[in-house]
């Protein structure tokens, strides 16, 4: 079993910046992808930014140029760097650790963020 422990969300004002930590207990695979994901009220899950063991990234429309995902495998954590926030950001952020050989996924408890305008 994995543990995907997340820290660093809270309330910030519009334009302001956060940054997002989850550590993971530990890594079952060498090849995997670490992602964030984000819930607002009355909406789905969606993805945010994704980034392999390899260090390829992936990064919703709306957050390009403004988040930065990054990772320390020595650490197994991965980073959510988020500049100039928007109220729409606000939404409950999910950590996720994912492979595919064999398949399994693991979900952090989520982190609120909070915009205010």
């Known amino acids: 079993q994995v543990q995907l422990v997340e820290s660093g969300g809270g309330l910030v004002q519009a334009g302001g910046s956060l940054r997002l930590s989850c550590a993971a207990s530990?890594?079952?695979?060498?090849?995997?992808?670490m992602g964030w994901y984000r819930q607002a009220p009355g909406k789905q899950r969606e993805l945010v930014a994704a980034?392999?063991?390899?260090?390829?990234?992936n990064y919703a429309d709306s957050v390009k140029a403004r988040f930065t995902i990054s990772r320390d495998n020595a650490k197994n954590t991965v980073y959510l760097q988020m500049n100039s926030l928007k109220s729409e950001d606000t939404a409950v952020y999910y950590c996720r650790l994912s492979g595919t050989v064999p398949p399994y996924v693991y979900w952090g408890q989520g982190t609120q963020v909070t915009v205010s305008s």
């Open positions: 530990r890594i079952i695979f060498r090849f995997n992808t």
């Open positions: 980034i392999t063991s390899g260090g390829s990234t």
